[in-house]
């Protein structure tokens, strides 16, 4: 199995329907990232977990709600979106060091390709 | 806050020309400086890194250095192959801050 494994690969969506996507990391680490990742713009962090616990949340519209149910698991559930959603959601995870600061090193999944209708 | 800034692409070079990539960062503290690669369908990957002043992050032929003082890590490769077109991403993590800042992306393309 790969490190960190991102379903499904593609979706589209209507702007009415609600939909998630799910990550899934094999390789023991204790943190996970939502990323956004449009052209031509830097990746946009939007969630940070650490340890199950959210840690971070960069000002994202209420319309993603994530969930991290264990350190393996990260979902992202979408409902009521925009054209403007439209983008490829990557999910990280990295192992922290003893006091919460990161290792550096993230390790991602192959991204969710969104399409807002 | 931190910041990168990364030379607009796209980049197109013939196999075997050299390649350089400008990064350009901005941080409080000592940050460590990332490259990262994404090739096409899939995730970004580690590429090569440096944690402290004039390291060089060295991977497959790829080399950056670490320059505090022009606040730097510029990527280079000596002899690019058609297999490195992709799109590069220079990173860093300032402190003890538990995620990654990136630039924009720099996209590759070389030519056979």
């Known amino acids: 199995e790969t490190g960190v494994t991102q379903t499904p690969r593609h979706l589209v969506m209507g702007m009415t329907n609600k939909k998630s996507l799910k990550c899934e990391q094999h390789l023991g680490h204790n943190a996970m990232y939502w990323y956004k990742q449009s052209a031509k713009k830097p990746l946009e962090l939007m969630f940070v977990y650490s340890l199950e616990e959210r840690v971070e949340n960069n000002s994202v519209p209420s319309r993603f709600s994530p969930e991290c149910p264990n350190s393996s698991h990260l979902f992202l559930h979408l409902h009521t979106l925009q054209p403007e959603d439209s983008a490829l959601y990557l999910c990280?995870?990295?192992?922290?060091?003893?006091?919460?600061?990161?290792?550096?090193?993230?390790?991602f999944g192959e991204g969710s390709r969104l399409t807002v209708l | 806050g931190n910041s990168v800034t990364q030379m607009e692409g796209p980049v197109t070079l013939s196999e075997e020309a050299f390649l350089t990539i400008n990064c350009t960062y901005t941080a409080t503290g000592y940050p460590s400086l990332f490259w990262y690669v994404q090739y096409p369908g899939e995730g970004l990957q580690l590429l090569l890194k440096a944690t402290k002043a004039d390291d060089k992050g060295s991977n497959k032929g790829f080399e950056a250095t670490y320059r505090k003082e022009t606040t730097s890590f510029h990527l280079e490769k000596g002899s690019v192959q058609v297999s490195d077109s992709a799109v590069y991403f220079c990173a860093l993590r300032g402190g003890s801050a538990r995620q990654l800042t990136f630039g924009s992306g720099t996209q590759l393309t070389v030519l056979p």
């Open positions: 990280a995870s990295s192992r922290l060091a003893s006091g919460g600061a990161g290792t550096g090193e993230l390790f």
